[in-house]
Each structure stands twice: as C-alpha cells, then as structure tokens.
C-alpha cells in the first residue's frame, strides 16, 4: 500500500502498487474525517500521518492524543511552557493551516525550510580506504540559507558488519541502527557538535581488523534538518550523549524517535576486504552521498 500526502503529511488516498485508489479521504482544517470512500481498505495513518483510533476518536501523536472534535490535545504538553504556548492543550496555536505537530510537544510551521547540504572534508574526497577494513568517511553538514530559528540535523545510520578472522578462528555479523542530532545555532549555516572533537561533523570509520581477516561493511544514511527543534524536545525523545556509543559526542537514540524525517540528504558505503593471505587495502565497492 502507498500513502499519498498532502503537505501536512496528511494521508489523502492510498493506492496499491499499480496506482489503483484504495481509499480516499477528506479532513477538516482539524483533521474531522468528513468523508472517506472505502475506509475498511484504508489505514489507521491518516491526519498529519498520525494513527486514528475510531473508537475513541482521537489521534495518536506519541507524546499525547489529539482530539480533532475539540481542536485540542487531550492532555497537557509534557514539556510545558518551555514548548512556547501559554495554553498547554492548545493544537499549533489554533492555526493548523500552516503547521504540524508531528510527536506532540511543539509545532513546526510548514514553510519552505533551510536545505541540509553536505560539503567534503579538506582532504577527504569521499571514502579513504586503509588496510584490512579500516576506512574513513568525513563530511559537514551545511544549512542554505541560514536557519532563522536554530534547530537539529537528525541522521538515521543503519550498518552491517561482518568479519571473519581466519587466523583467530572468530566470525562476527554486526548489526547497528541508531539517530544521532547535531544542532544548528540560530543564524548559522553548519551544525555546532561535531564528532568525537575532530573537526568534522559526519565521520564513519571502521579500524583495521589485521592480517587473516576478511569481511564486508554496508552503512546506509538518511538526514534531514528540523528548524526550530530545542535541546529540551530532542532530550524529550530519548536522545542521550554516550562518548562509548556509536555516534561518538553526539546525542543520540537506537529507538526510533518516529519523526516524519524531511529527508534530503542519502548515503550509503559498501566495502570489503580479504587479508587472509597478505595485508591489502580495503576495497570501496560502492559509495554515494546525495
């Protein structure tokens, strides 16, 4: 099933893959279904692309429900005043024709955004190989034009690894999935945190596995930037600062924060290397950045 959205995210038709409409809906400026042609062929993601519970009447939007009935949350915002609304049951301020609250606790005005660019590291023109899987990948993030309000880059990093050590008689299949956030000042273009205190902001790096080992690593990447994102609501979704974890100084999460990502920025590496024999340089097989 594909979901076609409006510019709230809101679901308006889902079709099946050869593009035949399944259901179709009609919302109010609260997100009221006001009509709906098939709604048993349908999905619960509907309003904002948040989940409805027809036996309530009300919207899931993580950190509350919202009842389009009312206008309103049903209960008070968990990050209180430090949300910046007075009224903390309040949807958007009253003014849900131009903003969205995708987990509850702040509104984002839905218009045209700063754009997450990337830009190469001095003296790294894309991935570096070194010997027996060590490899390092470096680049800054950039924000065009300035960001007015200040806010967060948000990536989602999912990587396989798998190794084996002839010489040590080990085997090991690495599995990560995590969201890291760098923050952006207001007025600036690039983000402020950078990993591991090194210079730049993104980096993967594998290390050299030795003599006798071979193996494969695959990483793919999506980011996006949230203008207007505060240290607070970031906390609020289960970000943390773990040096020993995988996104070095930053904050980050192996929970999905489920944000409703504005995707503009993709990556993705797959390289592998066979040192069983003799010591050889890692071989990038693949690797994009767009």
């Known amino acids: 099933m594909w979901y076609l959205t409006d510019k709230l995210g809101s679901v308006r038709e889902n079709t099946d893959g050869n593009r035949n409409v399944l259901d179709s809906i009609t919302y109010d400026t609260y997100g009221n279904i006001l009509a709906e042609t098939a709604p048993s062929s349908g999905d619960r993601f509907k309003y904002t692309s948040r989940e409805w519970d027809s036996e309530i009447g009300q919207y899931f939007y993580r950190a509350r429900y919202y009842g389009p009935g009312i206008g309103r949350f049903e209960s008070e915002d968990p990050l209180a005043f430090q949300a910046d609304d007075s009224n903390l049951y309040r949807y958007v301020k009253n003014a849900p024709i131009d903003n969205t609250d995708p987990v509850g606790t702040y509104g984002i005005r839905l218009e045209p955004p700063p754009t997450l660019d990337w830009k190469k590291v001095k003296g790294f023109n894309g991935p570096v190989p070194g010997f027996c899987g060590q490899i390092d990948w470096q680049i800054q ?150």
């Not at 993967?204 to 607070?232: L, N």
């Open 141 to 290: 993030w950039r924000i065009t034009p300035k960001s007015k309000k200040g806010g967060y880059v948000i990536q989602h990093i999912e990587a396989q690894i798998i190794m084996n050590n002839s010489k040590a008689g080990k085997f090991k299949n690495i599995s990560q999935e995590y969201w890291e956030a760098w923050q952006v000042r207001k007025g600036m273009r690039i983000t402020t945190r950078v990993e591991s205190g090194k210079g730049f902001d993104d980096n993967f790096t594998w290390q050299d596995e030795g003599r006798g080992s071979s193996g494969e690593i695959e990483i793919w990447g999506t980011a996006g930037f949230y203008e207007g994102m505060t240290p607070d609501q970031v906390a609020g979704l289960g970000f943390r600062v773990d040096p020993k974890g995988p996104a070095g100084d930053l904050p980050y999460t192996t929970k999905d924060p489920h944000l409703e990502t504005p995707v503009t920025v993709f990556h993705e590496l797959i390289a592998v290397w066979d040192c069983r024999q003799r010591r050889q340089k890692t071989h990038v097989v693949y690797s994009n950045i767009g």
